[in-house]
């Protein structure tokens, strides 16, 4: 029996330059196929397309051209988050540099839960990490935060997104403060943080209203005594909103109550001189979630969770004699077990620091700078459009808009036209006690033209 090449050792390069030509042009070909940024039809139409490319799941003769035609019919069937009009969740496009890094992890396929399997990885990581952490909670060598006055060392584990990182979250603030700790949280909040409690076996979260879309200090002056965890939010799914972090802060610090931010979505402003100002007061929390598969242009995953004291993280400290005995830790072998809860775990940090490293601060802080800049514009032209209403200007790069007068069910009825046609990707949202449509703007190509089109064509799907 002939023996499939494998994708790395010496023969790996010859191997895969081939199959990486055959993927590229099945790439190209289901993109042609598909024409726009979504497949048309509707599940049923997709269903029956990626059913009929399958066929025999699991054939008694393998076919030689399952990567072509397998590739392709996930590319035809794909939202594309590089087409100016796939405008509806917090999912960016992700760069090429990034891309190809990802490849190169797929091919070395090294695991991050021992130093044996992962040399070079488990450096990069922490060199990464802690460059990362530092970007949260201050760097003294930039003049700002607090790490130069602090007693505590940040740190900075990789996860697998938002939600991870915010049950980590609560993870050690329950290992901190006691299995009694409880989360207090607004309406606002990301989803994950009320179920991760529940998942934890934490009391009942308090949830606080949210009105106006984002949490109002003065509501937590009621909150009941004791441990308390406090989670705010920098950049809500919604709408892209930011809690008052530094009102909520000094909150936390005469409550004694610890503070969780979660940035999944805003964290990306650090990199920008010309809107960190909007992350005030985040170097006071204790735990950050930050998602780089966000506003940080990466291929899914690349979740980040900071922490003010990296002391905070001997709770997951844990031991397995086959993966980091202790023997070998004393002799050096970095311990890599207690940096996550996964044991097998793909070093995401590559993709990372390629992409910190070939764009630099400057390179990063110009996608930033040009998303925002994208959704103001957008939103001066709903504003200005008497066909459309505008919910209120961005705070970050989501623009919440509807046709003037419609109901909520005709808001809605439009959009799921339009993922049936296959012609835009917008999301919904809620606000005001109304269903708004989001666009999210994370393609730093899109242009004015683009955006007036997505208007028009908004426009020209809702009815008269």
Not at 181 to 196: D, F, M, T, Y
Not at 267 to 291: P, W, Y
Not at 296 to 323: E, K
């Amino acid at each position: 029996m002939h023996t499939p090449p494998l994708a790395s050792g010496p023969e790996g390069p010859d191997s895969l330059r081939p199959l990486l030509a055959t993927v590229l042009e099945a790439l190209g070909e289901g993109a042609r196929l598909r024409s726009g940024p979504l497949p048309p039809g509707g599940p049923s139409q997709v269903a029956a397309r990626v059913r009929a490319a399958l066929g025999d799941v699991l054939p008694e003769e393998g076919d030689p051209e399952a990567l072509r035609h397998l590739v392709r019919t996930l590319a035809e069937g794909s939202a594309d988050p590089a087409d100016p009009f796939c405008a509806a969740h917090l999912h960016c496009p992700p760069l090429a540099v990034a891309a190809a890094a990802d490849l190169a992890v797929s091919v070395l396929n090294p695991s991050l839960d021992s130093w044996d399997q992962a040399p070079a990885a488990s450096e990069l990581e922490s060199l990464v990490t802690g460059q990362l952490a530092r970007e949260v909670f201050g760097n003294p060598l930039r003049g700002a935060g607090n790490c130069a006055t602090s007693p505590h060392r940040p740190d900075a584990l990789i996860t697998t997104g938002g939600t991870e990182s915010n049950q980590l979250a609560l993870l050690l603030a329950r290992e901190s403060l006691g299995p009694g700790v409880r989360l207090i949280c607004g309406e606002n909040a990301h989803h994950s943080l009320p179920r991760s409690a529940w998942l934890l076996g934490m009391p009942d979260p308090v949830i606080i209203p949210t009105p106006n879309g984002t949490l109002d200090p003065a509501a937590l002056e009621t909150i009941p005594h004791g441990p308390l965890l406090i989670a705010a939010t920098a950049g809500t799914t919604d709408a892209g909103l930011i809690d008052p972090l530094p009102e909520i802060a000094r909150l936390c610090a005469a409550r004694k109550a610890r503070l969780h931010v979660d940035a999944a979505y805003g964290g990306g402003l650090l990199f920008s001189d010309r809107h960190r100002e909007k992350l005030e007061g985040l170097a006071a929390a204790d735990t950050v979630t930050l998602d780089l598969h966000k506003l940080g242009w990466q291929p899914v995953a690349a979740g980040i969770l900071a922490v003010r004291d990296a002391q905070d993280l001997a709770a997951l400290t844990h031991r397995a004699d086959y993966l980091n005995a202790d023997d070998d830790t004393e002799a050096g072998l970095p311990d890599l077990l207690g940096r996550s809860l996964r044991t097998t775990r793909r070093p995401d940090i590559l993709k990372i620091a390629v992409t910190l490293k070939t764009l630099g601060r400057a390179g990063i802080a110009a996608l930033v700078d040009q998303v925002c800049a994208q959704a103001e514009e957008f939103a001066r032209a709903v504003e200005e459009h008497p066909g459309f209403e505008l919910h209120a200007p961005p705070t970050i790069s989501t623009v919440l808009f509807r046709p003037a007068d419609a109901t909520d069910a005709a808001v809605a009825a439009v959009r799921r036209q339009l993922l049936e046609d296959g012609r835009a990707v917008l999301g919904r949202a809620r606000a005001a006690n109304r269903l708004w449509l989001k666009a999210t703007l994370l393609n730093p190509t899109t242009r004015p033209a683009d955006l007036a089109g997505l208007l028009h064509l908004v426009e020209g799907t809702t009815p008269r």
